[in-house]
């Protein structure tokens, strides 16, 4: 009997995808007791892939992600779409059957990614315990590439708003009051939300998820560039800032929208950071409100790593009680909560995709910083 393959790819060295990537046939895994082995049709990539590849030993070190010796080869990915090739002898049936279809994120950083056609994972809990591996049923009306863009970017903007910024995700019944209701009386109530990097794949689905929830009532400010300006504005930000002629920090301290009760932070840089009691709400009521959350640190390259990690090499972020550079923070519940997301109309922006065998080229195009939305590989072709 012919052994089955699963095809992948993998990079043996540090240094950016484009370049370091190497085809390679591996066996098909075999799912221990309490795994699932998907079969995936599509895989995201995500910025951060190129981050860890790049990364020194030392930074990946203080990371917790690995040894100080690192252990090659290693799979990059994260996002994917597919169906259930098998399960484990303890698997719940009522969750996952072999032919289902699903989606989402395997955080093992470690190289253990999604860029490979068969991946064995240990699915995360029901009852809404974070995991490393999150998988969902695919919603119907998503193709395997619409879905393999989804869950990066949705669980990144729902622990940035929700778990940091401390805004309500509604649930259908708050949405539909708020439907019966009507709108407000213009936008001048309400909570308000300031984007920075608004036509980026996470800044366009946080536009969207902020239009979601009526506490912000459509208060959203947004920063881009004049060319992405009414895109933006599509997506339903009520004020576009243009980085490229205005200062973003003067703009936004006068913005009819200020003190912003979140500033989500999709660029990087520090800014903002001297400016944050004068943009941020201050409320003695309820300290929660006005915070500001970093998906990226103070760091402007794109190649490096970002996150909590830069509060370690720039200290100057440390002590700000209103400051979060955040860590992704995914469950099942949380992304459950994408199918509402959905069905009220979201959705998620995508740039290109590319064939399997063109996985190089894919990094290629993200490595860029010229993608507008997710670059997505598609196996199928």
Do not use: W
């Not at 098998?86 to 395997?106: K, Y």
């Not at 955080?107 to 490979?116: A, E, F, N, R, V």
């Not at 036509?199 to 009532?217: D, H, L, R, W």
């Amino acid at each position: 009997m012919r052994m089955q393959i699963n095809k992948a790819f993998q990079f043996t060295h540090q240094g950016p995808l484009s370049t370091t990537l190497e085809p390679v046939d591996r066996p098909v895994p075999e799912p221990e007791a309490e795994q699932i082995v998907v079969k995936i049709l599509a895989a995201a990539l995500n910025p951060v892939d190129v981050q860890l590849s790049s990364s020194s030993d030392a930074i990946l070190g203080m990371m917790q992600v690995q040894p100080a010796s690192p252990t090659y080869p290693k799979i990059p990915g994260m996002d994917f779409s597919g169906t259930i090739h098998a399960v484990g002898t303890s698997i719940d049936r009522a969750r996952f059957n072999v032919g289902d279809e699903v989606f989402g994120l395997a955080m093992d950083i470690t190289g253990k990614g999604t860029l490979q056609e068969y991946l064995a994972m240990t699915p995360s809990p029901a009852d809404g315990t974070q995991g490393s591996h999150v998988v969902i049923k695919k919603p119907e009306g998503l193709t395997h590439v619409q879905a393999a863009a989804m869950p990066l970017v949705y669980s990144t903007i729902y622990t940035g708003f929700v778990h940091h910024g401390h805004l309500t995700y509604p649930s259908e019944a708050t949405q539909n009051e708020q439907q019966q209701q009507g709108p407000a009386a213009g936008k001048e109530k309400g909570k308000s939300v300031l984007v920075l990097g608004g036509s980026g794949g996470t800044g366009s689905m946080a536009i969207q998820f902020a239009t979601q929830i009526p506490e912000v009532n459509g208060r959203i400010v947004a920063s881009c560039s004049a060319k992405n300006a009414s895109f933006v504005e599509s997506l339903g930000a009520a004020e576009v800032i243009d980085y490229t002629s205005q200062n973003v920090v003067e703009a936004a301290l006068n913005s009819p929208y200020a003190p912003f009760d979140l500033i989500y932070d999709c660029v990087g840089g520090a800014d903002f950071i001297p400016h944050l009691d004068e943009l941020l709400v201050n409320d003695p009521e309820d300290p929660r409100r006005g915070m500001y959350v970093t998906i990226v640190g103070d760091k402007t390259g794109r190649d490096s790593m970002g996150g909590p990690i830069t509060n370690d090499l720039n200290p100057v972020q440390k002590d700000r009680k209103r400051y979060v550079c955040m860590m992704l923070e995914a469950s099942t519940t949380q992304f459950e909560t994408m199918y509402t997301f959905l069905e009220r109309g979201g959705q998620v922006l995508i740039d290109s995709t590319f064939g399997f065998n063109d996985a190089a080229k894919a990094y290629a195009r993200l490595e860029s910083a010229r993608a507008v939305g997710k670059v997505v590989v598609d196996f199928t072709k």
